[in-house]
Every structure is written in C-alpha cells, then in structure tokens.
C-alpha cells in the first residue's frame, strides 16, 4: 500500500486493521496514516509497530495518540519519537508514559518537550533525564515543572541549567523549591537575578536566598 491508500482507509477499515497487516506496512505507507485513524487503532495492535514506523508517523498524525496507545509502546519505539512528534502529544497521552518509557526519550525528543507535558513529570520520575537532556529543555517549559519536582533534581542536572532556563522559573517555582534554590551555584543564583523574566524582583529574589536573620530578642 502507499501512503494515499493508507490515508484513505475510512475509519471503521482502521479499527479492523490487524498486527499482520500493520507490520506488513513499510515507512513510507506509515506516514499516511492521520491523527484519526491513528486514535483507532487498537492499542495492542500499535503495540507491534517497529521503530522506524512509529518514526515514520508525521508529527500530525501522531497527535492522535491515546493514552491507552502510548503505554504499549515498546521503550525502544519510544527512543525513535523526534522532538516535532513528541510537541504534538496532548498531556494526557504523554503523562500516560511508565518512567521506563521516558528514561528512553532521546535529548532531541526531550527539547520537543512543552510546559504543560512538565507538568505531569513527577518528583520520582525527574531522575531518568540526564543532565545533558536537562540542559536542552526549552525555558518556557521547565517552567512547567512543579515545585516538589524541580526540589528532586540532583546536583549533576542542576548544573546543567543554563541561564535562560533559570531565568525561566516562575516566582511560584522560586519561592516554593527549596531544596532546588539550595543547590544552585553562585553564577547560577547570579543568572536569576539578573534575569527579568520572572515576576521576582533582583532584590526579592536575593532575600529568598539569605538565610533567616533570628531576632535576638524575640
């Protein structure tokens, strides 16, 4: 089949696609395949597309990936998302992955990565990013990492953080992630407050990070 015969399969045809059939498909015929017709086709089903098809899938197509979809993928499918398909995942879909899954997610996958996708990452699940990957995550959506979360980042991928990322926190972020703010170094705590993208003021910021002055005759 070609990639017209593919896109013009009507969506009942696509709820009664079978694994034989899908894997018989090569890329090009993949990259047929709509967000409509990809929403229909049955998890354990999609659970048998290799690497270089699930590739192959156009980053609009691939929008129609249920979550109930994405948790059959195999790790080593996810390790093939780009970063333009992983943009295209709804929150839903893409809080659905096991921690396994996104330990799999390439550093140009990662850079795909949108604010609201952050906020489904959990302060357990921050540890599979390494460093490397940390440090190409878009500043406008580290900015969508909760608290607790950002708190859960060790020393290694702190130090990864450029200065447009830090300059990307919000003032919830800077004032609730202590344990996060404690790791940061000079330069870093300098990048902060000269930045102008958070609401914080240079001085307001500075004051977070002094330690509690103790009246000594309270």
């Given at each position: 089949?070609?990639?017209?015969?593919?896109?013009?399969?009507?969506?009942n045809?696509?709820?009664?696609?079978?694994?034989?059939?899908?894997?018989?498909?090569?890329?090009?015929?993949?990259?047929?395949?709509?967000?409509?017709?990809?929403?229909?086709?049955?998890?354990?089903?999609?659970?048998?597309?290799?690497?270089?098809?699930?590739?192959?899938?156009?980053p609009?197509?691939?929008?129609?990936?249920?979550?109930?979809?994405?948790?059959?993928?195999?790790?080593?499918?996810?390790?093939?998302?780009?970063?333009?398909?992983?943009?295209?995942?709804?929150?839903?879909?893409?809080?659905?992955?096991?921690?396994q899954?996104?330990?799999?997610?390439?550093k140009?996958?990662?850079?795909?990565?949108?604010?609201?996708?952050?906020?489904t990452i959990?302060?357990?699940?921050?540890?599979?990013?390494?460093?490397?990957e940390?440090?190409?995550?878009?500043?406008?959506?580290?900015?969508?990492?909760?608290?607790?979360?950002?708190?859960?980042?060790?020393?290694?991928?702190?130090?990864?953080?450029?200065?447009?990322?830090?300059?990307g926190?919000?003032?919830?972020?800077?004032?609730?992630?202590?344990?996060?703010?404690?790791?940061?170094?000079?330069?870093?705590?300098?990048?902060?407050?000269?930045?102008?993208?958070?609401?914080?003021?240079?001085?307001?910021?500075?004051?977070?990070?002094?330690?509690p002055?103790?009246?000594?005759?309270?």
């Amino acid at each position: 089949m070609t990639a017209d015969d593919v896109g013009s399969l009507a969506v009942n045809d696509v709820k009664d696609i079978d694994s034989d059939f899908l894997t018989e498909l090569d890329a090009d015929a993949v990259a047929g395949f709509t967000s409509s017709q990809i929403e229909e086709i049955l998890p354990e089903v999609l659970a048998v597309m290799s690497a270089s098809q699930i590739k192959a899938i156009t980053p609009q197509a691939i929008k129609g990936l249920q979550p109930d979809q994405i948790v059959e993928l195999t790790p080593k499918s996810v390790k093939s998302f780009s970063s333009e398909q992983v943009s295209t995942l709804d929150k839903e879909t893409f809080g659905s992955m096991s921690k396994q899954q996104m330990k799999r997610l390439t550093k140009d996958a990662v850079t795909g990565m949108t604010k609201r996708q952050f906020l489904t990452i959990t302060p357990d699940e921050i540890s599979v990013f390494k460093p490397r990957e940390i440090g190409v995550i878009d500043p406008d959506a580290i900015a969508g990492l909760k608290p607790r979360t950002l708190d859960e980042l060790n020393k290694r991928q702190v130090a990864s953080l450029t200065d447009d990322q830090l300059q990307g926190l919000t003032s919830r972020q800077r004032k609730r992630a202590d344990g996060f703010m404690d790791k940061l170094s000079k330069n870093q705590i300098k990048a902060l407050t000269s930045g102008d993208r958070s609401n914080d003021s240079s001085s307001e910021l500075e004051a977070l990070l002094m330690p509690p002055v103790t009246d000594p005759l309270a």
